[in-house]
């Protein structure tokens, strides 16, 4: 397997989730608390992201990089955002030329 294509796996499970709950789900206690609660683990994920960075530390930096994909995953899902969007923005931009953030519009880096 591809490593990209692990993140449609894991988008897979989740959209599975959606469609057929299973009991004890992480995923499924997520989407039913909602978007705040989604948003609220993305931060925390993203902010722990940020600290093992800082503290220089590759493998945890790694963990946490796991753990925060994995909440965009379902942030995705939960807003019909799929990688295939993602990796079509991401070709997108990789065609621009230029890329100062004083030219930055909505949808451009």
Sequence with gaps: MEYRDVLYALYDV???RRNNPKEGSYT???MEQ?????LKKVGEETA?????AKN???????????DLMYH?????ET???????????????ELKEGNLKQFHT????
Excluded at 34 to 38: E, F, P, R, T, V
Excluded at 48 to 52: C, L, R, V
Excluded at 56 to 66: G, N, P, Q, R, W
Excluded at 79 to 93: N, Q, S, Y
């Design 28 to 30: 499924n206690y997520l």
């Design 14 to 16: 989740i959209e599975d």
């Design 56 to 66: 220089d530390d590759k493998s945890e930096t790694i963990y946490e990089l796991c």
């Design 48 to 52: 722990e992201t940020i600290i093992a």
């Design 79 to 93: 807003m019909h955002i799929t990688w295939d969007d993602v990796f079509g923005e991401l070709a997108r931009r």
């Design 106 to 109: 909505k949808g451009e880096i």
């Design 72 to 76: 965009l995953s379902v942030l995705m």
């Design 34 to 38: 909602g978007l705040d609660k989604i």
